[in-house]
Protein backbone atom coordinates (compact mmCIF):
# COMPACT_ATOMS: atom_id res chain seq x y z
CA UNK A 1 0.00 0.00 0.00
CA UNK A 2 2.80 2.24 0.59
CA UNK A 3 4.75 1.84 -2.45
CA UNK A 4 1.66 2.09 -4.73
CA UNK A 5 0.70 5.30 -2.49
CA UNK A 6 4.18 6.42 -3.59
CA UNK A 7 3.97 5.90 -7.36
CA UNK A 8 0.62 8.01 -6.99
CA UNK A 9 2.38 11.31 -5.19
CA UNK A 10 5.21 10.54 -7.62
CA UNK A 11 2.43 11.79 -10.58
CA UNK A 12 1.13 14.73 -8.04
CA UNK A 13 4.54 15.92 -7.76
CA UNK A 14 5.30 15.68 -11.36
CA UNK A 15 2.16 18.33 -12.18
CA UNK A 16 1.08 19.20 -14.99
CA UNK A 17 2.33 15.39 -16.08
CA UNK A 18 2.45 14.80 -19.67
CA UNK A 19 0.75 12.02 -20.81
CA UNK A 20 2.11 8.46 -22.95
CA UNK A 21 5.83 9.11 -23.23
CA UNK A 22 6.39 11.63 -20.06
CA UNK A 23 4.52 9.30 -17.28
CA UNK A 24 6.44 6.16 -18.97
CA UNK A 25 9.87 8.12 -17.98
CA UNK A 26 9.38 9.71 -15.31
CA UNK A 27 7.81 6.00 -14.03
CA UNK A 28 10.86 4.22 -15.56
CA UNK A 29 13.38 7.10 -14.52
CA UNK A 30 12.20 5.92 -10.71
CA UNK A 31 12.62 1.69 -11.51
CA UNK A 32 16.07 2.94 -12.40
CA UNK A 33 17.37 4.98 -9.86
CA UNK A 34 15.77 2.47 -7.13
CA UNK A 35 17.55 -0.35 -8.68
CA UNK A 36 20.59 1.40 -8.41
CA UNK A 37 20.12 2.23 -4.84
CA UNK A 38 18.95 -1.09 -3.95
CA UNK A 39 15.20 -0.87 -2.89
CA UNK A 40 14.85 -3.51 -5.54
CA UNK A 41 10.90 -3.98 -4.01
CA UNK A 42 10.17 -0.29 -4.94
CA UNK A 43 11.89 -0.73 -8.46
CA UNK A 44 10.00 -3.72 -9.23
CA UNK A 45 6.57 -1.65 -8.66
CA UNK A 46 8.06 1.28 -10.49
CA UNK A 47 9.18 -1.16 -13.43
CA UNK A 48 6.19 -2.79 -13.85
CA UNK A 49 4.23 0.53 -13.95
CA UNK A 50 6.44 1.46 -16.47
CA UNK A 51 5.98 -1.62 -18.76
CA UNK A 52 2.35 -1.16 -18.32
CA UNK A 53 2.12 2.22 -19.20
CA UNK A 54 4.72 1.38 -22.48
CA UNK A 55 2.25 -1.24 -23.62
CA UNK A 56 -1.23 0.87 -23.09
CA UNK A 57 -3.01 1.84 -26.03
CA UNK A 58 -1.70 2.92 -28.30
CA UNK A 59 1.29 2.28 -27.17
CA UNK A 60 4.86 3.73 -27.21
CA UNK A 61 6.66 1.40 -29.36
CA UNK A 62 9.00 -1.24 -28.57
CA UNK A 63 11.63 0.80 -27.47
CA UNK A 64 9.91 1.71 -24.12
CA UNK A 65 8.85 -1.85 -23.57
CA UNK A 66 12.38 -3.29 -24.07
CA UNK A 67 13.50 -0.85 -21.75
CA UNK A 68 11.16 -1.64 -19.31
CA UNK A 69 11.45 -5.05 -19.48
CA UNK A 70 15.03 -5.45 -18.96
CA UNK A 71 14.46 -3.00 -15.89
CA UNK A 72 12.09 -5.30 -14.36
CA UNK A 73 13.69 -8.48 -14.61
CA UNK A 74 16.97 -6.65 -13.55
CA UNK A 75 15.35 -5.55 -10.20
CA UNK A 76 13.33 -9.34 -9.98
CA UNK A 77 16.19 -11.20 -10.41
CA UNK A 78 18.54 -8.61 -7.58
CA UNK A 79 14.69 -9.30 -5.23
CA UNK A 80 15.85 -13.15 -6.23
CA UNK A 81 12.61 -13.64 -8.34
CA UNK A 82 14.71 -15.62 -10.73
CA UNK A 83 11.67 -17.71 -12.38
CA UNK A 84 10.08 -14.70 -13.07
CA UNK A 85 12.83 -12.24 -14.10
CA UNK A 86 13.73 -15.21 -16.79
CA UNK A 87 9.52 -14.70 -18.53
CA UNK A 88 10.42 -11.13 -18.48
CA UNK A 89 13.94 -11.67 -19.99
CA UNK A 90 12.67 -14.37 -22.49
CA UNK A 91 9.88 -11.04 -23.93
CA UNK A 92 12.74 -8.88 -24.43
CA UNK A 93 14.37 -11.66 -26.41
CA UNK A 94 11.53 -12.45 -28.10
CA UNK A 95 10.72 -8.75 -28.82
CA UNK A 96 14.76 -7.93 -29.85
CA UNK A 97 14.42 -10.94 -32.15
CA UNK A 98 11.25 -9.71 -34.07
CA UNK A 99 12.63 -5.85 -34.20
CA UNK A 100 16.04 -6.44 -35.04
CA UNK A 101 16.85 -10.18 -35.88
CA UNK A 102 18.14 -13.06 -34.29
CA UNK A 103 21.84 -12.28 -34.92
CA UNK A 104 21.73 -8.47 -33.82
CA UNK A 105 23.64 -7.44 -30.87
CA UNK A 106 20.78 -6.23 -28.89
CA UNK A 107 19.10 -9.91 -29.61
CA UNK A 108 22.43 -11.29 -27.92
CA UNK A 109 22.45 -8.65 -25.23
CA UNK A 110 19.38 -9.47 -24.20
CA UNK A 111 20.38 -13.76 -24.29
CA UNK A 112 23.23 -12.58 -22.40
CA UNK A 113 21.26 -10.64 -19.89
CA UNK A 114 18.28 -14.19 -19.83
CA UNK A 115 21.34 -16.58 -19.52
CA UNK A 116 22.86 -14.49 -16.48
CA UNK A 117 19.25 -14.95 -14.62
CA UNK A 118 19.55 -18.47 -15.71
CA UNK A 119 22.67 -19.09 -14.09
CA UNK A 120 21.35 -17.22 -10.34
CA UNK A 121 18.33 -19.85 -10.83
CA UNK A 122 20.73 -22.83 -11.06
CA UNK A 123 19.64 -24.26 -14.07
CA UNK A 124 23.40 -23.95 -15.76
CA UNK A 125 22.03 -26.68 -19.01
CA UNK A 126 20.03 -24.06 -20.67
CA UNK A 127 22.14 -20.83 -18.95
CA UNK A 128 24.92 -22.74 -21.15
CA UNK A 129 22.69 -22.90 -24.65
CA UNK A 130 21.67 -19.16 -23.99
CA UNK A 131 24.79 -18.00 -23.20
CA UNK A 132 26.59 -19.61 -26.39
CA UNK A 133 23.78 -17.85 -28.62
CA UNK A 134 24.90 -14.51 -27.01
CA UNK A 135 28.54 -15.48 -27.84
CA UNK A 136 27.86 -16.49 -31.21
CA UNK A 137 26.60 -12.83 -32.27
CA UNK A 138 28.99 -11.48 -30.50
CA UNK A 139 31.92 -12.86 -32.20
CA UNK A 140 30.08 -12.56 -35.54
CA UNK A 141 28.91 -8.71 -35.34
CA UNK A 142 31.80 -7.30 -32.82
CA UNK A 143 34.49 -9.16 -33.34
CA UNK A 144 36.65 -11.16 -31.20
CA UNK A 145 38.29 -8.78 -29.10
CA UNK A 146 35.06 -6.62 -28.40
CA UNK A 147 34.05 -6.56 -24.55
CA UNK A 148 30.95 -8.32 -25.24
CA UNK A 149 32.46 -11.37 -26.91
CA UNK A 150 34.71 -10.88 -23.48
CA UNK A 151 32.15 -11.10 -20.49
CA UNK A 152 30.44 -13.64 -22.74
CA UNK A 153 33.83 -15.93 -23.01
CA UNK A 154 33.82 -15.19 -19.66
CA UNK A 155 30.55 -16.21 -18.70
CA UNK A 156 30.91 -19.46 -20.34
CA UNK A 157 33.94 -20.55 -19.15
CA UNK A 158 32.39 -19.75 -15.64
CA UNK A 159 29.10 -22.14 -16.34
CA UNK A 160 31.93 -24.61 -17.16
CA UNK A 161 33.88 -23.98 -13.90
CA UNK A 162 30.21 -24.96 -12.33
CA UNK A 163 29.34 -27.89 -13.76
CA UNK A 164 32.91 -28.74 -12.69
CA UNK A 165 34.31 -29.24 -16.27
CA UNK A 166 37.46 -27.82 -15.99
CA UNK A 167 39.35 -28.33 -19.35
CA UNK A 168 36.10 -26.83 -20.56
CA UNK A 169 36.14 -23.32 -18.27
CA UNK A 170 39.94 -23.06 -18.80
CA UNK A 171 39.92 -23.10 -22.86
CA UNK A 172 36.46 -20.21 -22.37
CA UNK A 173 38.39 -18.36 -19.75
CA UNK A 174 41.86 -18.48 -21.77
CA UNK A 175 39.82 -16.55 -24.54
CA UNK A 176 38.17 -14.02 -22.43
CA UNK A 177 41.04 -13.08 -20.68
CA UNK A 178 42.49 -12.36 -23.78
CA UNK A 179 39.99 -10.59 -25.02
CA UNK A 180 39.37 -8.01 -22.20
CA UNK A 181 43.28 -7.85 -22.15
CA UNK A 182 42.79 -6.08 -25.65
CA UNK A 183 39.41 -4.37 -24.64
CA UNK A 184 40.12 -2.80 -21.28
CA UNK A 185 43.01 -0.56 -19.46
CA UNK A 186 45.81 -2.26 -17.61
CA UNK A 187 44.66 -2.87 -14.02
CA UNK A 188 40.32 -3.51 -14.77
CA UNK A 189 39.34 -5.33 -11.85
CA UNK A 190 37.31 -6.90 -14.77
CA UNK A 191 40.49 -8.61 -15.65
CA UNK A 192 41.52 -9.65 -11.74
CA UNK A 193 38.17 -11.23 -11.89
CA UNK A 194 38.67 -13.65 -15.40
CA UNK A 195 42.37 -14.65 -13.51
CA UNK A 196 40.30 -15.72 -10.66
CA UNK A 197 38.36 -18.08 -12.72
CA UNK A 198 40.99 -19.49 -14.88
CA UNK A 199 43.08 -20.22 -11.23
CA UNK A 200 40.26 -21.83 -10.42
CA UNK A 201 40.10 -23.94 -13.19
CA UNK A 202 43.60 -24.81 -13.14
CA UNK A 203 43.59 -25.58 -9.73
CA UNK A 204 40.65 -28.19 -10.62
CA UNK A 205 43.21 -29.82 -12.94
CA UNK A 206 46.02 -29.94 -10.43
CA UNK A 207 47.97 -27.43 -12.06
CA UNK A 208 48.33 -25.39 -8.87
CA UNK A 209 51.64 -23.70 -9.48
CA UNK A 210 49.85 -21.50 -12.59
CA UNK A 211 47.09 -21.46 -10.80
CA UNK A 212 48.91 -19.50 -8.69
CA UNK A 213 49.97 -17.32 -11.24
CA UNK A 214 47.20 -15.56 -12.11
CA UNK A 215 46.14 -15.67 -8.35
CA UNK A 216 49.19 -12.91 -7.57
CA UNK A 217 48.56 -10.83 -11.33
CA UNK A 218 44.88 -10.53 -9.86
CA UNK A 219 45.78 -9.82 -6.15
CA UNK A 220 48.05 -7.23 -7.92
CA UNK A 221 45.75 -5.42 -10.28
CA UNK A 222 43.19 -5.66 -7.02
CA UNK A 223 46.15 -3.50 -4.86
CA UNK A 224 46.62 -1.44 -7.13
CA UNK A 225 42.97 0.11 -7.72
CA UNK A 226 42.81 0.09 -4.23
CA UNK A 227 45.99 2.45 -3.66
CA UNK A 228 44.80 5.98 -5.03
CA UNK A 229 41.84 5.41 -2.71
CA UNK A 230 44.14 4.76 0.78
CA UNK A 231 46.43 7.87 -0.58
CA UNK A 232 43.03 9.52 -0.51
CA UNK A 233 42.44 8.74 2.82
Not at 147 to 175: C, D, F, S
Not at 176 to 205: C, F, R, V, W, Y
Request: glycine residues 6%; positive net charge.
Amino acid sequence: MILAAAVALLFCAAAPAAAGEADWKLLHDQAAANLQRGNFEQAELFARAALQEAESPPGLGHRATEQSLSTLSHALSRAAKHDEAILFAQRLVAIRTKQYGPGDPATGLALHNNAQFLILQGNLAAAEQVQRKALVIFEKKLGPNHINTAVALHNMGAIQLKREKVKEAEKYLRRALAAKEKALKPGNLSIAHTMDNLAAALDGQGRHAEAEKYKRRADGIRQRALAPAKRGT
